[in-house]
Structure formats: C-alpha cells, structure tokens
C-alpha cells in the first residue's frame, strides 16, 4: 500500500484554551476556511465544555470534532470524568489518549492509555494515541525503546480490525509548544520504527493503513517538509491551531501532496 492510501489528517489540539462561545467561532472560521475539502481529514479537538457549541458549528462540514480524553469506563462513580459514548452523543469522532501532558501531569500510564484506547475503538471513537521521548530520553539513546514500550503498551489486544480508525501521534515532548521541531529526517526515522513495530503486533498490511501523525510545534513554514515524509500521515498541531488561518495553512500542505 502506497502513503496515498493514507489521507492525511490535521487534527487541532486546543488543549485547555477558549470557551464555548470562542471555540465556535474559531470553529467558524476553520469551517469557512476549509469545511469543504474532502482531500485531507480535519478534527479539531476543544476542551469538554467547548464540545457543544463546535459541534454545533462543525455538523454538515468536513470538520470533525475530537476530544482531548476520556475515561476507559462507559459510566459509574468516576467524579469529573466523561465517558467514549458522552462524546459519541456529542457527535465526536476522535479522541486524544496519552498526550505527555496527561502522562506527565496526571500520572497516565502506557496501561492505563491502553485501557481507554480499548475503550475508544469499542464505542466507535478513533483514539489518536500520543507516544514521544523526553529530551532526557533523546540525549540517553532511547528513543527506540521508550517508543516500543509506550506503542506496545497502549496497544494490548488491539488487532489488526482497528487500523483504519487507529491513530499514533508521535510526540517527541521537547518539541511540544517549545518552537523546537524534530527536523523531518528524525521525525521520519521514528515513524518509520513506529510502522515497523505496527507490523509486528497487528500484522504489515494492517500497520500500513494506520495514520501516524506528528506533533510538536508544527507550523506553515515546516509542515510541507514534514507531511512529505513517507511515514508521516498529518500532524497532531497546538499552537498553530488556535488561529484559523495557519490551521489552515497546515490543511492546505497536506492538501497539496494529496494531489
Ligand atoms: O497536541 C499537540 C502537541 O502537544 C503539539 O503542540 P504544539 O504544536 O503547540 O507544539
């Protein structure tokens, strides 16, 4: 299978940014912009209180909506929490599992990512599955390993029916909001690993359906040589996506290697 096989995805992490009513109309002028392509898969994923009101706004468009987590149980004593079907009522498609944000500040282990990407796949959710090396981890030699163990633990028990849903989002942390990017020959190096360890826990067919985005300060001036990379499959976009026009700049690169 070929990386046109693959359609791109740009999804949008708000992170803990906006309210309900500015997240509708950043969600506004994202549709405006590029709610009518149908080369590239665009999501954009507000905090809960915001899903709503974008969903609202992104319903009948080429937006889709995502999540930035969720709990691995369907309902139950879980103070604060918000379940896969909660979102699935709110016409989510994707949801965020793992982002080192979540790992780092609330404790989230490769077990506990695993259990919500369950979770995700069983209620019809399409879990975009953050994995990524510290600049420790980096300067230690480990990139490989720390990948294979975060991939290899999220992934338990997910087979080979769930690539065309699931999502990777390689995430090397000190890229993340810092303006540092992996240049596009390390973050290809990386997803070609990634895809190589796919095929060994849902088989090589399968592993080459499976998006593989990369996160950590994507922008317009680096996305083209990014996206062009042969493992890479869209971006997972912070910053850059809290301001419609290089949300859209980003779609538009994508768009441009589709053809
Ligand atoms: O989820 C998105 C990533 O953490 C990347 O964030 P960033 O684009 O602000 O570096």
Redesign the pocket.
Known sequence: MSKSARKYLIAG?W?MNLNSAEGAELAKDVVSLVGAQTDVAVCVCPTFTVLESVSKVVSGSNVQLGAQNMHFEASGAYTGEISAEMLRHLFANFV?LG???RREDFGETDAIVNKKTLAALAANLKPIV?IGETLEEREAGKVKEVIKTQLEGALVGVTAAAADALVI?Y?PVW????GKTATPEMAEEVHAEIRCLLAGLIGAEAAEKVRILY????KPENADELLAQKNIDGG??????LKASSFAALVESAQKLSK
Do not use: R, V, Y
């Open positions: 992490n992170k965020i982002h080192s944000e953050c989002a995430e890229a993340i909001g810092t996160g950590g300060s994507m997972l976009i912070g910053g850059a996506a």
